[in-house]
């Protein structure tokens, strides 16, 4: 794979290596007439944390979903891990490279997605076993590892039935990981959970974030954004409308869609942060003048002019699971 410049425009917590990991070119998808994704590009370099954030039906889960071929892309290119694929190719290679695509990506799903009727290490061990063909010893000190690290060795011999959502969901995390995936897709996958248990799933995603992972997130937590995103994609009827730090896009928005999500979204899902920046409720035309910027000198606060357009309608954020598989995540072929 070709490799290029890190992204000028990084600016989390990793290190951001110079490999480009994925690269998407003109990617559509239409659904029937429904014309999904329009042409969406993307390029993200090895360690990158990409959060994709936008409204309800704008195409968020269909791209996600399109990068490992859950859903067949109908135009456009995708390259991950060194393997390419123009979408809407058709024969044998065009086959094995989108398996090898699929062999690539971990994905972790809002609903889980485990096996009801095997225990946690179970569910980790499956994929390498089958799809992988390890051996049963190595599956399970490998899924041991995982499963510790993701802070439940004392819930190994667990089945999801006998566990929280938080739990359930690291072990969809451990899972996803045990096929040494060199990018981990995540859809909302916090947001099925009960707020208490939102906090125990960031902590690991983060923590997968600062060893390297690359890592593309459907989410809406604004503060793990914050935190640990390089980059935020906004996303608005099948295009991605702008992109940057999120000291960028949340802080001094360019697109009137992007303001406009944003003054939906901020005082739902960080109030604080909201109130800093003088938005207390939905619509509000109260942008603070004097509100102490939260960036520092390069980062003012929103101010009248940059939220000038305030005339929200109701934007939906998510309306509940959109259509994950029966299968496990990522893989199919289970
Ligand atoms: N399997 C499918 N068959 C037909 N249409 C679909 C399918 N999956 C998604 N769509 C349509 O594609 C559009 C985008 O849906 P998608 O689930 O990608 O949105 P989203 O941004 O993830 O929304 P949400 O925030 O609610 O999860 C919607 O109009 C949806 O109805
Ligand atoms: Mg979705």
């Known amino acids: ?143 041991h590892e995982l499963l510790t690290k993701v802070g439940l060795a004392d819930r190994m011999d667990f089945f999801p039935s006998q566990l929280s959502g938080g739990q359930k969901q690291r072990v969809a995390i451990a899972r996803a990981m045990a096929m040494d995936p060199v990018l981990m897709l995540f859809d909302e996958p916090t947001s099925a959970l009960d707020p208490e248990l939102i906090g125990e799933v960031l902590k690991v995603m983060k923590d997968l974030a600062a060893q390297g992972m690359t890592m593309i997130v459907v989410s809406h937590e604004m503060g793990f954004s914050r935190d640990v995103a390089d980059r935020v994609v906004y996303m608005d009827d099948g295009y991605f409308i702008e992109q940057g730090p999120p000291s960028e896009v949340f802080f001094h928005p360019q697109d009137d869609r992007t303001r406009r999500f944003l003054r939906h979204i901020l005082p739902e899902k960080e109030p604080q942060h909201a109130k800093e920046l003088g938005i207390v409720e939905v619509g509000q035309e109260l942008p603070d003048p004097d509100a102490a910027p939260l960036q520092g000198p390069a980062g003012a606060a929103l101010n009248e002019d940059n939220l000038a357009d305030t005339a929200i309608p109701e934007i939906p954020l998510s309306g509940g699971p959109s259509g994950e598989l029966p299968l496990p995540p990522g893989n199919e072929e289970l």
């Open 1 to 143: 794979m070709a490799t290029s410049e890190p992204s000028a425009v990084a600016a989390g917590q990793h290190t951001v290596g110079r490999e480009v990991v994925v690269e998407v070119k003109a990617l559509q998808k239409y659904f029937g007439r429904n014309h999904v994704l329009k042409g969406v590009d993307l390029q993200v370099h090895k360690g990158e944390v990409i959060v994709l954030i936008g409204p309800s039906g704008s195409g968020k889960s269909t791209f996600l979903r399109c990068l490992n071929f859950l859903e067949d892309p109908t135009t456009g290119e995708i390259s991950i891990g060194g393997v390419r694929v123009v979408c809407g190719s058709h024969g044998g290679q065009f086959k094995k490279d989108v398996h090898q695509i699929r062999m690539k990506c971990g994905m972790v799903f809002q609903e889980f997605n485990l096996f009801p009727h095997k225990d946690a290490t179970e569910n980790v061990t499956e994929g390498p076993m089958l799809v992988k063909g390890e051996k049963k010893s190595d599956a399970v000190e490998k899924a």
